[in-house]
C-alpha cells in the first residue's frame, strides 16, 4: 500500500509538472496546443546537452543550470511559437491543433537530426543516486528531488498568479477575454507572457522526465494526452483542480496498474475520467458566474 502511495505521488508530481503549463495556456487562451510535449523533450535534453559539453565534467553543476536554462529556452520558443504563427489565430482552436501538430513533428524532426533517433541517458549527480529507505518502502532519490521540485515549482507559480501585477492580468483574461480589453489590459502582450510561462514550465518537467528514464525525440508523446487528462479533470486555468486531478490520476495509475496491467490501468483512468465529466463537465473546479435567467 506504501509503496504504491509513493509510486502515485511520483506520477502525480510529473504529470503536475506537465501540466501546470498548459492549464494557462489552454484555459486562458482555448489553444489546444499539441506541441506542449515537445517543449517538454526541449527540457528533457537541456541536461544531456549541458553534460556532453562544457560542463562534462560536472554532472552536478549541469543538471542544476538545466532547470532554469530548459525554463528560458522552452519558454523562449513557445514565445516564438505564439508571436509568429498563433497569435494569427486567435479564437480558432481547431486551427490551432492542425498547426500545433505541424510544429510538434517538426521538433521531433529536428531532435531526431540533432541529436539522432536512438535515445541519450542523462547521468543524474551524485546526490540524487541511491534509495532512501522509511517504513519498508524504498524510494529513489530521484523521484523525491522529483517530488520537491514539483511543490517548489508550484508555490513560485501560485505566488506569481497570486501577488504579481502580472499574475492578476492573467487571471482577469483567464476569466473573461472582452471585459479586460475593454477594461484596458493588453490581451495580445499578456497571451505572449503566458505562453512564455507555460511551455518554460514545459522545460522543467522535462528535466524531471530525464532523470526517470531515457530521452529520444518522441519523450513529449508519451506525457501529452495525460497532461490534457489533468487540465481537463482540473479545469481550465484552476491551479487547484489541476492538483487534485494530477494527485487523482496518479494514484488511480499507480494502483490500476499494479492490481491489473499497464494496458488495463490506462484503461481504467479513461473511463474513470469519462464518467467524472458526465457528473462534472467543467471539472473539479470552475468559475463561479452570475446570470439572469427569464
Do not use: W
Request: hydrophobic share 55%; glycine share 12%; aromatic share 10%.
Amino acid at each position: 500500500m506504501l509503496e504504491n502511495i509513493f509510486n502515485g505521488l511520483s506520477l502525480a508530481s510529473i504529470l503536475l509538472l506537465a501540466a501546470l503549463g498548459l492549464t494557462f495556456t489552454f484555459g486562458q487562451m482555448g489553444v489546444i496546443n499539441m506541441a506542449h510535449g515537445e517543449f517538454i523533450m526541449v527540457g528533457a535534453y537541456m541536461p544531456y546537452v549541458l553534460q556532453t559539453g562544457i560542463l562534462a565534467s560536472a554532472f552536478g553543476l549541469a543538471f542544476g543550470l538545466s532547470i532554469p536554462l530548459a525554463f528560458l529556452v522552452a519558454g523562449v520558443l513557445g514565445f516564438l511559437l505564439e508571436r509568429l504563427l498563433l497569435n494569427r489565430m486567435h479564437r480558432r482552436p481547431l486551427d490551432t491543433l492542425l498547426l500545433t501538430v505541424g510544429v510538434s513533428l517538426i521538433m521531433q524532426q529536428g531532435a531526431k537530426s540533432i541529436f539522432g533517433a536512438p535515445n541519450v541517458t542523462v547521468t543524474p549527480p551524485d546526490f540524487l543516486t541511491g534509495n532512501f529507505e522509511l517504513l519498508g518502502v524504498t524510494m529513489p532519490k530521484s523521484r523525491l528531488f522529483i517530488m520537491f521540485l514539483c511543490l517548489a515549482t508550484l508555490g513560485l507559480v501560485q505566488a506569481f498568479v497570486a501577488f504579481s501585477a502580472q499574475g492578476r492580468r492573467m487571471r482577469a483574461v483567464t476569466q473573461n477575454r472582452d471585459l479586460a480589453a475593454v477594461s484596458g489590459l493588453k490581451t495580445r502582450r499578456t497571451d505572449g507572457f503566458t505562453f512564455f510561462l507555460g511551455s518554460g514550465l514545459a522545460g522543467i518537467a522535462g528535466v524531471a522526465v530525464a532523470l526517470i528514464g531515457p530521452v529520444g525525440y518522441q519523450t513529449g508523446t508519451v506525457y501529452i494526452v495525460d497532461t490534457f487528462l489533468v487540465v481537463i479533470m482540473g479545469g481550465l486555468g484552476k491551479l487547484r483542480g489541476t492538483v487534485i486531478a494530477a494527485l487523482g490520476i496518479g494514484m488511480l495509475s499507480s494502483f490500476g496498474v499494479y492490481y491489473t496491467t499497464a494496458n488495463l490501468g490506462k484503461a481504467i483512468v479513461f473511463v474513470a475520467l469519462i464518467v467524472f465529466l458526465q457528473f462534472r463537465p467543467n471539472g473539479i473546479v470552475s468559475f463561479r458566474t452570475r446570470g439572469l435567467t427569464a
